[in-house]
């Protein structure tokens, strides 16, 4: 700790000096206001004791100058001056003066005082370096986001984009996505759907996405079967998911034909909203992902058909939970209503954006705390 002593009489000087070296502290003196600016510069110190009334200069400009020159560093300063009255201390306080000290003054007073403002300026340089450390790690941080989120858009980019046969929509309730939304046609013509729920959100739950893609993928090149691509997965996320995490998803394949054949585990619902207006559900039966051993596992399937002009809609439990300005949920006779209406629409993406727009303007203003995904698919090819 380091302190400068701005003063034009020795006897002060002396005194500060011996107070302050008692209290461990290196000292400087000056007696002028020249001095004083560059040995602050030089001498850099964390304390500073100034009179009013110094040698070429007055104190009250002179304290502003150090402020100046201290930049954004915690310097206090003290005033020790023999004029006491209320214009004077106004003046000081007024012009960057962190206390006040009368002369003559009590040694046990200075001394109290100056250890008050040496345990000011320890805080201060404590939290400094805390700042400095949180902002060396939030770089870090956002430098690894960065490339996570790199990885993650790249694989996804594998994935048919938005069309009149295919839509996706996934609202993110953090900076990382805990839902996985893959489609892609296959060799044969048929078509490959996966749509996973992650347990929570943000980069946790995004972390299982990679694997899961990689065998997604994998088996679009491979042309697997349903239930091997399940097994697969759930026999990945069983190795490398902590017990508390799991994935929820639905796992699809459909033909050229329409046919559905289609593994479900810990998913809402989805629906095929028929041409003529009729919402059938396909419910989702098994366990999710990444729950049971691969003996336990049930890899059994269930089928049914995508007609022309039929859509299937595939949502992620976040619509379900969604919640509006009165903390209601928007649960299942809403979310059927919004499907019923949106996919009435000719064009499957004017009816995605409807979608979209319903849910928007339940929620309102309020937070989303999960993240949402919907998935359309309409049979346009028959």
């Known amino acids: 700790m380091k302190l400068l002593c701005v003063d034009s009489e020795l006897v002060y000087r002396e005194i500060i000096s011996l107070c302050a070296e008692k209290a461990g502290v290196l000292v400087k003196t000056v007696d002028n206001f020249d001095d004083a600016a560059a040995a602050f510069v030089e001498f850099a110190p964390d304390i500073v004791t100034l009179d009013v009334i110094i040698k070429g200069g007055n104190g009250l400009d002179l304290v502003k100058k150090l402020k100046s020159l201290a930049g954004h560093r915690f310097v206090p300063i003290i005033f020790l001056a023999s004029q006491t009255s209320d214009p004077v201390m106004d003046s000081c306080f007024k012009n960057g003066a962190d206390d006040f000290i009368p002369k003559p003054f009590n040694e046990v007073l200075f001394n109290i005082r100056l250890k008050t403002h040496m345990r000011h300026v320890e805080l201060i340089k404590e939290m400094y370096r805390k700042n400095k450390a949180l902002t060396f790690y939030q770089t870090v941080i956002e430098r690894e986001h960065e490339m996570a989120h790199h990885v993650l858009d790249h694989i996804q980019t594998r ?71 399940a097994s697969k997965i759930n026999r990945i996320l069983l190795s490398v998911l902590p017990d508390y995490m799991f994935c929820a998803g639905y796992i699809m394949l459909i033909t050229t034909f329409g046919k559905i054949t289609y593994w479900g585990g810990g998913m809402p619902n989805a629906f095929i909203r028929r041409v003529s207006g009729q919402l059938d559900l396909l419910r989702s039966s098994h366990m999710p992902l990444g729950v049971l051993s691969a003996e336990e596992f049930e890899s059994d399937l269930q089928e049914t058909e995508l007609l022309a002009g039929d859509t299937l809609i595939i949502i992620s439990d976040g619509v379900l939970e969604l919640k509006n300005a009165s903390n209601e949920m928007l649960g299942s006779e809403r979310t059927q209503s919004v499907i019923q209406e949106s996919y009435s629409q000719v064009s499957l993406l004017n009816a995605q954006k409807t979608a979209e727009k319903r849910l928007a303007e339940y929620r309102g203003e309020t937070e989303q705390l999960d993240d949402i995904t919907l998935v359309a698919l309409r049979n346009t090819c028959l």
Not at 165 to 193: C, E, Y
Not at 194 to 212: C, E, K, N, R, Y
């Open 159 to 229: 994935s048919e984009q938005n069309s009149e046969s295919v839509a996706i929509t996934r609202l993110s309730a953090a900076s990382f996505n805990g839902d996985l939304a893959l489609v892609k046609t296959r060799a044969d013509g048929a078509r490959l759907v996966f749509v996973g729920d992650f347990t929570g959100h943000g980069l946790p739950a995004s972390i299982g996405a990679l694997p899961v893609m990689q065998a997604f993928f994998d088996a679009v090149d491979d042309l697997d079967g349903i239930n091997k691509l």
